[in-house]
């Protein structure tokens, strides 16, 4: 209670009682806020050590996990989900309520003979259009009914395909097949789980002659692993500030780092590898950064190590220093890893593929008014070659076609020399007369992964719904419709064109 001589007396006495409660509350917020922030530099600090306590621990991490490929999960399973027809059928109720039927009046229609015969009238046309309606009512849900038929019979070849290039696949693994252990050894290794920010990328090839195995590993570089090991409140600048490691238990940290993946890999080949094809693996591992003298970005060789199988498989994996195995596999390394000094790799993983063959010349003798839909699909493939290499060619890289039989699940690969933006990409040239399935986006996305592509490009006569564009969303896949493929055609100089028979059935 406030009291005073006056109503001003009170007044001020309530003001002064305000501002001393606005002051402390104002402290007690300033409190909460440095607890909070103590709070979440504890809390960023038990995150932080968990990440580094996972790249620590690299190599134990997958000793418990069977790195053989599940096949099962490689099946299409999934059934079709049908559509449902939503249209009700027509009402009588409705029908006699837009054309205005009178309910029957006995009485009424005695005074008035010719409100019964409009009555009788209207009803007859209501029963004429109630039966007009029914009859396209059926119509249209039996046409319904066909198309989505269709599409189940479509939707299971497509995936009976699918299941028989699994089976297909299986069977060359096993047989021994070059293409299918390397694409074997692709899938499992991008299974492997990592920590989170490393980042990595594979190029596998395999020798069936000696039957080695090449690992080209692209390991993160000395600024893409964490180094922060806390995080501490600052009094007096009410801040959170990040702990770093000291340079000398970074270097230790990052060589570790290096020495498991290797270990890693190569234990995750060998295990995956049950029918035994692979007798040796060669792991190189590259890094990409910046020289410090020139200012320049540059890719080496950081380590190349070599097991057999029958010496690595005795090593306790859960009991060894990775630097010792390493030196007791006569690895190769260039004085401290975060130097980054380069080395020769042991064996290299060839860029020249044996499923490439000679491109075919098809735009110099391709007539304008030829439908591109209409033409042999290993036509359409060379053509979209050449118009790839043209695109390439202006930034120094190379485009190259694979073979009629596309064993290995490409129809072109295209080199891009850049360091940054460049590596391998995968394009696929597709002749569809209407809507692209959305499983051809997804078998591109697991033909990206098996050829260690950075990116795929999906090409087509057809257009794509809106599944597949929806799937792309956040992965490196273009998806270039017949209008673009059009365009890009036009731009370079050609005049082409697409005309889709079955175009109205589109949306």
Known sequence: MVKGRSELEVAMKVAEIEARWAQEEERLRQRQAIQDMKEQAALQTDEALALIDEYRGLLRATLPVDDRLDWESLYDRRPFHAPTFDESPPSEEVIRKELGVPTPSPLLELLWPRRKARRLELEAAAAQTLQARQADYQKRKEAFERRVEEERAAYERAQAAKNAEVDQFRVAFE??????????????????????????DVSIAYVPDSKVLIVDFQLPGLNDVPRVVGYRFVQTRKAIQPIEMKQREFNTFYESIVYQTTLRTIHEVFEADYP??????????????????????????????????????????????????????????????????????????????????????????????????????????????????????????????????????????????????????????????????????????????????????????????????????????SLIDGANLVHLFHEHGHNVRIELKNAGRRG
């Open 276 to 477: 035994k094809h692979i007798l040796s693996v060669v792991f190189n591992g590259w890094v990409s950064g910046i020289d410090r003298a020139t200012g320049k970005d540059f890719t080496a060789c950081l380590i190349s190590c070599q097991a057999s199988r029958d010496e690595f498989m005795e090593f306790d994996l859960s009991r060894v220093d990775p630097k010792e195995s390493v030196r007791a596999l006569k690895g190769l390394v260039a004085g401290p890893l975060v130097q980054l000094a380069p080395v020769r790799p042991i064996m290299h993983v060839d860029r020249e593929d044996h499923r490439f063959v000679e491109a075919r010349e098809i735009l110099v003798d391709l007539e304008s008014s030829q439908n591109l839909v209409d033409m042999p699909w290993d036509d359409f493939e060379h053509l979209v070659r050449e118009l790839f290499a043209k695109i390439f060619r202006s930034d120094g890289g190379e485009v190259r076609v694979t073979r009629a039989s596309r064993d290995g699940g490409v129809d072109a690969v295209a080199f891009d020399p850049d360091p940054i933006r460049g590596g391998k990409f995968v394009i696929q040239a597709k002749r569809y007369n209407g809507l692209v399935p959305v499983s051809a986006v997804r078998d591109l996305y697991g033909t990206m992964i098996n050829e260690g592509a950075v990116k795929g490009i999906l090409v087509t006569t057809g257009y794509f719904g809106h599944d597949s564009r929806e799937f792309v969303k956040d992965k490196p896949i």
């Open 175 to 200: 047989r021994g097949d070059a293409q299918a252990i390397e694409r074997y050894v692709g899938i499992v290794l991008d299974r492997s789980l990592y920590p989170e920010g490393f980042n990595k």
